[in-house]
């Protein structure tokens, strides 16, 4: 999807456990401006939306998360894609959502999902940013077995 920066984080085991590599300005991060912990409980989500400004980076580190993604943006080469991402302890990620991407998220497993969320706007800035909006989709947000 056009904008969209999904990173594997790097992790460095150590002999009293592991360093994990959040954001590294040498491969291309997003400027950090505001930082804050999303917890959505087991089986919650995060409805779908978009940001008018900003682009957002998600990095769930405690239990897993489904991320999806839809692309309805005007001019946009990959307009008319879905894309479904799982994030979390099991698959290390770091997803930047650029603006105007309409994005949702559950948290699946057994816990509730911790996600660490920066933004490149400053808190006052952001303020009516995102944009309830779902896409013109009919979802189906079960796990599906392959």
Same mark, same amino acid.
């Given at each position: 999807?056009?904008? %969209?920066?999904?990173? =594997?984080?790097?992790?460095?085991? @150590?002999?009293?456990?592991? !360093? *994990?590599?959040?954001?590294?300005? +040498?491969?291309?991060?997003?400027?950090?401006?505001?930082?804050?912990?999303?917890?959505?409980?087991?089986?919650?989500?995060?409805?779908?939306?978009?940001? %008018?400004?900003?682009? =957002?980076?998600?990095?769930?580190? @405690?239990?897993?998360?489904? !991320? *999806?993604?839809?692309?309805?943006? +005007?001019?946009?080469?990959?307009?008319?894609?879905?894309?479904?991402?799982?994030?979390?302890?099991?698959?290390?990620?770091?997803?930047?959502?650029?603006?105007?991407?309409?994005?949702?998220?559950?948290?699946?497993?057994?816990?509730?999902?911790?996600?660490?969320?920066?933004?490149?706007?400053?808190?006052?800035?952001?303020?009516?940013?995102?944009?309830?909006?779902?896409?013109?989709?009919?979802?189906?947000?079960?796990?599906?077995?392959?």
């Amino acid at each position: 999807m056009q904008g %969209l920066d999904v990173r =594997e984080l790097r992790v460095v085991p @150590r002999p009293r456990g592991e !360093l *994990v590599e959040l954001f590294r300005e +040498d491969e291309g991060a997003v400027p950090v401006r505001h930082a804050y912990l999303s917890v959505l409980y087991r089986g919650e989500m995060s409805g779908w939306h978009h940001h %008018l400004r900003k682009t =957002e980076t998600l990095i769930c580190l @405690r239990g897993m998360l489904k !991320l *999806v993604l839809f692309d309805d943006r +005007d001019g946009s080469p990959t307009s008319g894609e879905l894309r479904e991402l799982f994030i979390g302890e099991h698959n290390p990620l770091s997803v930047s959502i650029p603006p105007g991407l309409k994005h949702a998220a559950r948290a699946y497993g057994e816990e509730r999902a911790l996600v660490l969320v920066f933004s490149d706007l400053p808190a006052p800035e952001a303020s009516g940013d995102r944009v309830e909006d779902p896409p013109p989709l009919d979802y189906d947000w079960s796990l599906k077995v392959t």
